[in-house]
């Protein structure tokens, strides 16, 4: 299991605008050096006319 979650604000005289990542997902090992990763990114933008920004990736890792 994997997590992360970032709070940034850019501008210190604007607190309005603040900016939110949040990283999580699972990894399943299938055999010595075979691995398979599920992962969400999900970027928000407080303050702002920004859409959230969503991402979903399935990554096959070998290790020679």
Do not use: M, N
Not at 23 to 48: N, P, Q
């Amino acid at each position: 299991v994997i997590a992360r979650h970032d709070h940034f604000v850019p501008d210190t005289r604007a607190t309005e605008v603040q900016t939110e990542r949040s990283i999580y997902g699972v990894c399943y090992h299938l055999a010595k050096g075979y691995d398979l990763l599920l992962d969400r990114d999900e970027l928000t933008f407080d303050g702002t006319a920004k859409p959230k920004d969503t991402r979903t990736q399935l990554t096959f890792q070998v290790k020679l």
